[in-house]
């Protein structure tokens, strides 16, 4: 497959992958911290295509294994361990807001209230896991794409400044650099954690994670981007444009800095998983968002205790989940590699 | 401060050095582009630098086009010294001296588009409105010989003659006095060559410019020249008319390349003529 | 020689300013480890003021950088106020854990990753090479906190493996034999998990590294006068490769140590990992400057050793 093929599958699948995840009040079926007390550790309702009375339909059916001391619906036999639901499509359920703004009722799926139907199962407050999933990804990806913008920002105007004036501007900013990248990123970055506050919540700490995510990875992009300024600022056509007079900014704008986009978009799409991890793992070591804001961390991090991996196993699914939004990450990052690395500067 | 009205510009002493350091012992050494440079260059005239790879001829174009500082020496322009103006005096008086590299690939950013390339210069020195701006390139283009149907091409799309006019006409663009062309014309094949030099000497009649020719082909050079100064490793051996330098020439070393041309008979022949 | 020692003291001031900005940054650091004791209603605030001043918490910033320089170089580095002990140590112990397992997972990773590199480098494009490729890449889009909680899972759910830490519960009371086998039960999970993590990238870097080499022109030279196969491969490609492959192994040590916490946190193995987030939790200053040095030091001092085989193995780094 050539890397264009492989940039447009990425670039497909991750468009697809963010479209769900920021409309996760739409395809979710139930609110992230909606809790189920009578359904802590439910396991997943299975998808079939049979009704309680074994007709074949079209339309999908989940069945959810029926509490011992829940009695049987209308028309379902009492010899049914199962209850079974019609799956609707687009129907009302708890509200929640599109974007923070707009608020609706309209969900991808559900099956009819009171019953509730979890796809993946429920945690230990039985709050649905494919719901938490898909909120969470909002903040954990989100964390992940502002940390990397951040961070690649971070590195073209130290990159930026350090190659085109040189002198005692680089080496100082090159050894500050040397200083962050001698220690092994996962240190660092606990490291400046543990500086900050630890018991803020809310928005804050998550702008407070993205500000450390992103700043304490600097120092990799702004050296690539040093060296691509470096050898730009040689050009030729930039020394013609320095002979009529044009001014650094015009030279970093119009000449130099176009040459660092094939720089800049693959660490992007390096760097942005890599991030998203960052989060998710402060998170799971319980340095990062703090309840109740969902994040991908959260969901794992239940899975450290021995009876949860024991007796519910199906905790783990969601984190399955997780494997293709970082396929197409990895694939778009290795495309643009291939394709960057194909076209002489 | 005498200088004598017909000559453009007139260097005195002038020297480039610029300081180097050993990879492994960080000990630095002083390397000499060239030193004790003395030139007149008439109005309208063409004068020829020669002399071979490394006598300093670039250096030296470079600082006569103001694109580097010279370590030493004076250069004056109209009378007017250079060497002692400030940066944002010197802005104005870099539309009247204009520089083409050698590799019209490398002078021009292959991502701009022609119409952006010519306009550059109209832009970065503020004049005229973008309107202006894109008539002046496009009346530019057709000056040297380019159909302005491809102003909206990309540089790469063109080829080495065609960039190198593109060069051309982006030097013009500000209407400058003094051209200098280093080794313009030795990444060109001869068909090329002699339709560029037929564009700058028309243009040099009609513009009334000046030429300063940087070349290590002599043969090339004997062809529109109208002066030709030899350097040799950093400094300038002789400076002459050109029918002097190729019939009696006064320095050993000269002496030496025109040896080293093949056809020197034909060429004397057609000077005298 | 020269070059040895240029290295070794830029190494040494680099690990000097980490000290230095490590240091002022957990000074900065707001709140601390007496938090918990200040709201306590029945302490005063005078006892935990009194204790404070006895660790030497209230003195000025200058004066705590020197005296824990001093304590540094005695070994101490410190006082843990979550261990009530010097914080030497407490790390010596978790160091040896993590060099443990990390050089075990290094060595495992690399034994597997030279092999296959090597192998599917000299059968490019064919059928084994594509598979192997699709392997690597399928291995690389899983990230590793999936992979150790995968791990942990099968651990739990077979209970082929220990569930985490280091020994088995009266594993003290075993003879030596049988203590140093109970180790390496515990340490299999971790180890792999580790070595696995690393597998992807190194192979890729392998294989990349001997392609190069083996369509470099003088091997299709010594190629064409007859040499054979397994000589060109060992006696000449190999050694051209190991540069690149020594540069290779310095950059992983830090992404190894990285990962290294995140599978000690997860599979309980007693290493510096779980000792930092700990002690990022209870504020316990002095522990998380230690360990941070430590990584650093243990980042600065591979990537060293890494020069130095690299001076010694590349003639053309002597002569520059």
Redesign the interface.
Known sequence: MTHRHKLWAALILLAGIHAIILFAGFFAPYDYAAQDREMPFAPPGRIEFFDASGELHIHPYVSIPRAADSPPDVAESAANPYHVYRVRFFVRGDSYKIAGLFPSRLHFFGVEAPRRAYLLGTDGFGRDQLSRFLYGGQISLLAGVLAAALCVSLGIFIGAISGFYGGWIDDLLMRGGELFLALPWLYLLFAVRAALPLHIAGWQVFLLLVCVIGAVGWARPARLIRGVVLSAKE???V????????SDL?LLRR?VL?QTYGIVLTQMALLIPAYVLAEVTLTFLGLGVTEPMPSWGSLLSSLQQYYVLSSYWWMFLPALLLIPVFLAYYTAADALQERWKSVSL | MTFISNSLVVVRGLGKSYTRRR??SRKKYLVRAFEAVDLKIRRCSTLALVGESGAGKSSLARCL???DKPSQGEIWYEGRSLTTLTKKN??PL??EI??I?Q?PA????S?FTAREIIA??LR??REGTPVEQNERALALMELVGLSPDGADKRASEFSGGQKQRLAIA?ALA?EPKLLILDESLSSLDPANQDMILALLAELQSSRSLTYVHISHDLQLVSRFADEVAVMHEGKILEQQSARALFSCPVHEHTRELLEAMPALEAILEELSA | MRYIGRRLVHAMLLLVAISFFSFALLQIAPGDFFDAMRLNPQISAQTVNGIRSQYGLDRPFPERYARWMRSLVAGQLGFSLAYNSPVGPLLRARARNTLLLTGTATLLAWLLALPIGIWTAAKKGKLGDRIAGLATSTLLTIPDILLFLALLLLAVRTGWFPAGGMISSGGEDLGAWSRIKDVAFHLVLPALGLAVVMLPVLVRHIRSAMIDVLEAPFLRAARGHGIPHQRLLWRYALPVAANPLISLFGFSIATLLSASVLVEVILSWPGLGPLLVEAILARDVYVVVGVVMLSSIFLVAGNLVADMLLFAADPRIRV?
Do not use: M, W
């Open positions: 050009r030729k056509f020394v013609a444009a320095r002979g009529f007079g044009a015009y000449h176009p | 990879p492994i086009a103001l694109l010197l802005f870099r539309r204009q520089y590299f590799e490398e002078s021009l950013n991502r550059e210069p970065i020195q982006r500000l | 520059e």
